[in-house]
């Protein structure tokens, strides 16, 4: 018989291996909300270190597969105060357990793009129809299966500015509801928990109400039900600091034309730079007012490193360290100012429901727009029910450093001494998992060993998709695998324990 004292020991020795997994984010009606309900608002940053042309689906490593870069990113990016980041173009077929479970140890989560600028790996908004294709969603549902065993992240983008112009306008949107419907069922079938699939919507004041409308529409039809959208970003640039205010850069339009959506909208890009440096009087200003947070759900700060564009916060040198910008000063200050925690709460959550899709409705906001609600088929059901092939299952991993090796310097230069991140342990659950050094970046082959779930049902309203979230988080925290420290310890015990 197990002596009580040495049945707890053992079970102290496992619980205290496991590393510590932030709840996953889910939606009740307007809103993002926490594992208690509570409004999760959005206070990011969007994260492509090397932009767009910086991916190859042929390089060793992407954005999110080094773990020293991360350990380096992380800590600025937590010292910045950011909960959310926004990441572009990423490999499906590389590693990311360290990455995002850095991510995970300080309490910040990613909403991911499944699209890349190469051929192939995204929809072409003028000729949607021949790139909509069984290749295409092999990325697509890829990206899935690589990410969707990570509690922190937030949610799928299936779209960015795809609709851009008159003539994208007018053939792209079905095809867009299309790959919302399809990344959707392949959750449902795929996943463990229900995870949110939105679209980005392009800085035009008309196409992006008329697509807001056209993708947070819904109707009893199940195929359209299953294809809305479950948020909505707006890439938004009319504020610029040290020229606007809330009136004149049109923040004022903006709230009353968004009112009353029943999906989280939120700014997926802001920060105009025509005046530099950025002093982000938008944050304070308008993003996080009481008002305008009845209506968007935060934001992403446009852009975490200096590219062509020059909106970066930071600066990356060739030998990878980075150098913070006057706008990362401004923008950690900006964030530190914010008072949105003191007057948040519950009562910002709408539940009235949504609107029925009106074909007629929406293409009298812009008369360019195709709001046809006719979807095309899925070209690649064989592959949407059996899976990608996909093996790379994402899975958590427990941090042993939280210290980069690549040099820090503040706006001034000089070196940040001991750049370690802080872990946080807000809103966790425990997760078992092995460990990993800053030192040991995964192989681009080193596939995690694929997870085996039972089919689910995508849930077609908020409160069933936090259920269902709510109910898997739950059953994750109950699986759990001894290391060999507790093993030998059992051993040593004399107990054996069944795995």
């Known amino acids: 018989m197990v002596s009580p004292f040495r049945a707890f020991l053992v079970a102290f020795c496992v619980f205290s291996s496991l590393a510590s997994a932030l709840l996953p984010i889910t939606i009740d009606g307007n809103m993002f909300v926490d594992s208690n309900g509570d409004p999760f608002v959005v206070v990011g940053v969007d994260y492509q270190p090397g932009g767009s042309s910086g991916y190859s689906n042929s390089a060793s490593s992407d954005v999110l597969s080094d773990a020293d870069v991360c350990l380096r990113d992380v800590y600025l990016l937590q010292k910045l105060g950011v909960n959310t980041i926004r990441t572009y173009t990423v490999s499906p077929w590389l590693n990311h357990d360290a990455c995002m479970s850095v991510l995970n140890a300080v309490g910040i989560y990613v909403i991911l793009d499944v699209n890349s600028p190469l051929g192939g790996e995204s929809i072409q908004r003028d000729d949607p129809a021949n790139s909509y294709n069984e290749g295409y969603l092999k990325r697509v549902f890829s990206i899935v299966d690589a990410f969707m065993g990570y509690p922190n992240l937030l949610g799928f983008f299936a779209g960015n500015e795809v609709v851009n112009d008159a003539t994208s306008a007018s053939v792209s949107p079905p095809y867009i509801r299309a790959v919302q419907r399809d990344i959707k069922n392949y959750i449902a079938l795929h996943a463990n928990r229900t995870i949110p699939v939105g679209y980005s919507a392009a800085d035009d004041n008309s196409l992006r109400v008329a697509g807001w409308e056209y993708f947070q529409c819904d109707s009893d039809e199940k195929s359209l039900q299953i294809s809305r959208s479950d948020f909505y970003g707006l ?94 000063v401004n923008l950690q200050v900006a964030y530190a100012n914010m008072t949105y925690k003191s007057f948040l709460s519950k009562s910002f959550i709408n539940t009235s429901g949504s609107s029925n899709c009106n074909a007629t409705y929406i293409e009298s906001i812009d008369s360019s727009f195709n709001a046809s609600f006719a979807l095309p088929n899925c070209p690649a059901e064989a592959m949407l029910k059996s899976g990608s092939g996909n093996n790379n299952i994402g899975k958590w991993i427990a941090l042993n450093s939280t210290q980069t090796t690549y040099k820090i310097f503040d706006q001034n230069g000089q070196e940040i001494t001991n750049p370690e991140i802080t872990i946080v342990s807000d809103q966790t659950q425990l997760e078992s998992q092995s460990s990993v050094t800053s030192s040991a970046v995964p192989s681009a082959t080193s596939a995690a060993t694929s997870s085996s779930f039972g089919n689910t049902s995508l849930s077609t309203t908020a409160s069933a998709s936090t259920s269902a979230t709510s109910s898997s988080a739950a059953t994750a925290a109950l699986v759990g695998a001894a290391s060999p420290l507790v093993l030998s310890l059992a051993g040593l015990l004399g107990i054996t324990l069944v795995l």
Do not use: H
Not at 235 to 256: I, K, M, P
Not at 260 to 270: K, Y
Not at 279 to 302: A, C, K, R
């Open 235 to 328: 890439n938004s640039y009319q504020w610029c600091s040290g020229r606007d205010d809330f009136q004149t850069s049109g923040y004022g339009v903006l709230e009353t034309t968004f009112a009353n959506s029943s999906i989280p909208l939120f700014f997926s890009e802001f920060g105009c730079n025509v005046i530099q440096p950025r002093t982000f009087t938008e944050i304070n200003g308008g993003v996080y007012t009481e008002s305008m947070l009845q209506v968007f759900d935060g934001g992403l700060v446009y852009e975490y490193s200096e590219e062509d564009n020059s909106y970066g916060l930071v600066k990356i040198g060739s030998d990878g360290s980075v150098t913070m910008k006057q706008d990362y």
